[in-house]
């Protein structure tokens, strides 16, 4: 579904993905694949060259069997592929339903139109209430995002993600910064809003991870150093070593 | 309950929106009989370019510093229709603000890569080179002595009465105003003050925030383009001093004096200036620039949200919460605001090669 061949990142030299030979990663059609790895390892400088938003020093990117490397970030989206940012990233003054009216304008032709009323996002009403209700901020559509608790923030965020229904989704750590109650119900919501889609998640949490992954991957200083079922991987030696072993058992 | 209420106070709003609009309207349409009729036409040209810069400033948050080039690019190719094809005001005025429009588009797509004071430089810069080839390009502008004379045909009508010609420049610069109303709360003004606050979620959502900033910058230059042909038509003449860059700061005291993203804001900033400045040069009072600056540094003392927003937010106050109208729209603009993740945006910019 996603795949790269030997992807590499540098930043003035610095290689943020890659490792020594780049980073080969397949992700299967349908399956939900965690990637973890220790901080600074490179998980999000990934998402941001499988998304578009960085363009990769080196190395390919084939979403299906079309190649998108080097394709800018909105295009990407447009294909079908979503995701979500590590830090919280709605719009404080927007209310919760514009958001998703927003994303949903993103994937329509009214979005290029500048003397039409805004009135005409109305035309989303029926699918926004139907995400909203999905994720369960139902009862909050009128409120001001900038008002809401953190764990709605996050819910919010993946009602963006999946407003417009994409085939791919990428989750920079859905549960970053969360309490055992929120994290709890947001496993449950990922479960619930996944469908057949195919999601990356990048997720230091081990039991979200177990829970959630059909595959993990790891990476360590920009290399994949496994990839495999969630028992497998944390059994490689290396993966104990580098990681689970070293501060996160 | 609640939803009962939200619909009254929202129909109350709706309601005070078109007591104030009639009011506005028909003080306007009596404006000449108050003012001069030049200083009047002065106004409108003025209100509608301080509009241009507060769609892209207010709403996108893209302060221009060069917006002179645009208006004075129109004024002169307002003039230059006129004089040398001999066609009826309103298509000159049209040809300047298209002509203004073709300007902005190489400008902005350059601009556009830059952020917060960069793009604020950036657009200077431009300007002051256009303002440098105009200069030497006498044989077309005049150089020192601009364009004299400018023609004001129209089937055939006696339009030298600038009263008569403010009720023209009225229903132009009405159509400004309109267009630039209705963009803001168009399905692409979302998008402009969304990618204001977040660029890189609003790029990820799937729009090209480099095409919207282009697009809204050509636009905020054709409505500056209307107003510098309405200027030039009104004065008959075009000089140099219409590209210089002190008429992007005019633009932009008056923007912001009356409140960015408020757009009616824009207006009331540059009847105040407009009135302000006249008012100093008939009373012979020499200072008039520390005068000027003296008004400007105490509104904003008072009334952080400009003129505009000092009397909505009174409004709102004397009706009560009904915060709902609000909601929607970017909180006043302060000097220059950096994109609120600078980091990932950068990153997406920088040297990488797309
Ligand atoms: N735009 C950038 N410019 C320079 N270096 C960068 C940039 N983005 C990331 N890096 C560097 O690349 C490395 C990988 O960062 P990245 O954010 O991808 O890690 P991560 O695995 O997501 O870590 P975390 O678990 O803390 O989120 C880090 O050393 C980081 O400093
Ligand atoms: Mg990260």
Do not use: C
Request: aromatic fraction near 8%; charge should be neutral; hydrophobic fraction near 50%.
């Amino acid at each position: 579904m996603l795949r790269t061949e030997r992807l590499v990142k540098e930043f003035r030299g610095f290689r943020a993905v890659g490792g020594k030979d780049g980073v080969d990663l397949a992700v299967r059609e349908g399956e939900t694949h965690a990637l973890v790895g220790p901080n600074g390892a490179g998980k999000t400088t990934l998402f941001n060259l499988l998304s578009g938003a960085l363009a990769p020093s080196s190395g390919r990117i084939y979403l299906r069997e079309r190649e998108v490397t080097g394709l800018p970030a909105h295009t990407i989206a447009r294909l079908g592929v979503a995701r979500s940012f590590q830090v919280s990233s709605v719009f404080d003054d927007r209310t919760v339903r514009s958001h998703v009216d927003l994303t949903l304008l993103a994937h329509s032709s009214l979005r290029t139109r500048f003397l039409t009323s805004v009135r005409s996002l109305g035309a989303f009403a029926e699918r926004t209430t139907e995400v909203l209700e999905l994720v369960g901020l139902g009862h909050l559509g009128d409120r001001r995002a900038g008002d809401l608790a953190y764990g709605q923030k996050r819910a919010l965020e993946l009602a963006m993600v999946v407003a417009a229904d994409p085939a791919v989704l990428l989750l920079d750590e859905p549960t970053a910064g969360m309490g055992t109650e929120d994290i709890e119900r947001t496993i449950d919501l990922i479960q619930r809003i996944k469908g057949g889609r195919t999601i990356v998640l990048v997720e230091h949490n081990m039991k979200v991870v177990g829970m959630l992954a059909d595959t993990v991957s790891v990476l360590q200083a920009g290399e994949l150093i496994a990839s495999g079922t969630y028992s497998d991987v944390r059994s490689d030696p290396r993966v104990v070593d580098a990681y689970l072993g070293a501060h996160r058992a | 309950m609640i939803t009962v209420r939200l619909v009254q106070s929202a129909r109350r709003n709706q309601t005070a929106g078109w007591a104030l609009l009639g009011a506005g309207a028909l003080l306007a349409l009596m404006l000449p009989w108050l003012v001069y009729p030049p200083i009047a036409v002065d106004i409108l040209a003025w209100a509608l370019f301080a509009m241009s810069i507060d769609i892209l400033f207010g709403y996108a948050g893209m302060l221009s510093f060069g917006h002179a080039a645009f208006w004075g690019v129109s004024a002169y190719a307002t003039g230059l229709a006129a004089i040398e094809l001999g066609v009826p005001f309103p298509l000159a005025i049209l040809v300047g603000a298209v002509s203004a429009a073709l300007v902005a588009v190489p400008i902005g797509l350059v601009a556009v890569r830059t952020h917060g004071i960069y793009f604020t430089m950036v657009t200077l810069a431009f300007a002051q080179l256009i303002y440098y080839i105009a200069n030497r390009w006498s044989s077309l502008t005049g150089g020192e002595n601009g364009l004299q004379g400018i023609p004001r045909d129209f089937v055939g009508l006696e339009w030298s009465d600038p009263f008569v010609y403010y009720h023209a420049a009225l229903l132009i610069v009405a159509i400004g105003f309109w267009v630039a109303w209705r963009s803001v709360n168009s399905p692409t003004g979302q998008v402009l003050v969304a990618l204001r606050a977040n660029p890189a979620r609003v790029r990820a959502l799937g729009f090209s925030v480099e095409r919207y900033r282009v697009f809204a910058f050509v636009l905020s230059a054709f409505l500056a383009g209307i107003a510098g042909g309405v200027y030039a038509i009104g004065h008959r003449m075009v000089t140099l001093q219409d590209l210089y860059w002190t008429t992007s700061g005019e633009g932009i005291a008056m923007a912001v004096l009356g409140g960015t993203a408020t757009l009616f804001g824009s207006i009331v900033g540059a009847a105040l200036l407009v009135l302000l400045e006249d008012f100093l040069a008939t009373s012979g009072i020499e200072a008039t620039g520390s005068v000027t600056g003296a008004v400007f540094v105490l509104i904003l003392l008072f009334f952080r949200g400009g003129i505009w927003g000092a009397v909505s937010a009174a409004l709102a106050r004397l009706r009560g919460t009904s915060q709902d109208d609000v909601l929607e729209r970017p909180p006043p603009t302060g000097p220059a605001v950096p994109p609120s993740n600078a980091a990932e945006e950068a990153t997406t910019q920088g040297s990488d090669v797309k």
